[in-house]
């Protein structure tokens, strides 16, 4: 009747527990319809503070500093995870020499704010454009923390796994590549995806170096006097457009684990049903 860690609730506590829920439920739902009554009551959903929206050029608009967003996210995505596995590589190297320079590399970077990396690439080395600043940065800060995530995943590893491929010939290389990595991908895919989020996010730091991304053009519409300032509408629609890509890299992740669930589950079979078929096999053999 308890698990490990707790008790299991009895009657009287499920009943209280489903009460706090809804409770917290109700007062989330009060608090969302507070904040959208006040911007119906400031005006904010008026058909003509929204009427940019129906501007073909202010479409195209929204799409182009889209694009820029996910153009800054994905190569900073690609680099910082490249980054990641390359450091937290040679911070688990046995060679002083790679582990300790791959250790001061990463905590430094991990330190350093991302504004001041941003700031300095685009005003101290006058990278040029903007783009590179920004991407440079989402790199060496996401990538200094994913090391991090990346090392952490497989020192998890129980030590029977390592010390299971030494023991057949392989090298540490091949040890890391073949038998740790694939198992520590599985628990770290949470992680990742999360650090991946933060990353998107981080893109709209992008606008303080007049990079033309999703922020910036939101202020640069939200200040337009032909369209009445509205910032508010833009700001939902722009927020809105966050939450889309973000829940589309949480279901990606998702989509990832059932996968190797699936082929997991799948090889297991196999391995089952290839073993029984010896099985039998040498049974009628005998």
């Not at 920004?134 to 030590?159: D, H, Q």
């Not at 038998?179 to 606008?207: C, H, N, W, Y």
């Not at 991304?213 to 509408?233: C, D, K, V, W």
Request: net charge positive; proline share 3%.
């Amino acid at each position: 009747m308890t698990a490990v860690l707790f008790d299991v609730p009895g009657p009287k506590s499920r009943v209280r527990h489903r009460l706090y829920a809804v409770g917290g439920v109700l007062a989330l739902v009060g608090i969302v319809s507070y904040v959208i009554y006040q911007f119906a009551d400031a005006g904010q959903f008026d058909a003509d503070i929204w009427e940019w929206a129906l501007y073909e050029q202010v479409q195209l608009e929204v799409v182009d500093a889209l694009v820029n967003t996910l153009r800054a996210f994905g190569a900073g995505a690609v680099l910082a995870l490249a980054f990641g596995a390359i450091f937290a590589a040679g911070r688990l190297s046995d060679h002083a020499a790679i582990r300790v320079p791959a250790t001061l590399i990463v905590e430094f970077f991990r330190a350093v704010p991302l504004v001041v990396m941003i700031f300095f690439f685009h005003y101290g080395l006058a990278l040029g454009e903007p783009f590179y600043s920004v991407v440079l940065g989402l790199t060496l800060y996401n990538g200094s923390v994913l090391a991090e995530v990346f090392r952490a995943g497989i020192l998890s590893l129980p030590k029977g796994q390592s010390e299971a491929a030494y023991a057949v010939g392989m090298r540490k290389t091949q040890v890391t590549r073949l038998v740790l990595l694939p198992q520590a991908l599985r628990a770290m895919l949470p992680a990742i995806i999360s650090q991946l989020v933060v990353l998107l996010k981080d893109t709209a730091l992008g606008f303080l170096i007049t990079y033309e991304e999703l922020l910036r053009y939101a202020r640069y519409l939200g200040g337009s006097l032909e369209f009445g300032r509205p910032l508010i509408p833009i700001t939902i629609v722009v927020g809105a457009m966050y939450i889309l890509m973000c829940l589309a890299l949480t279901g990606f992740a998702k989509w990832l684990e059932s996968r190797n669930r699936r082929s997991k589950k799948s090889l297991a079979v196999n391995v089952t049903a290839e073993t029984e078929e010896g099985v039998l096999t040498d049974g009628k053999s005998a």
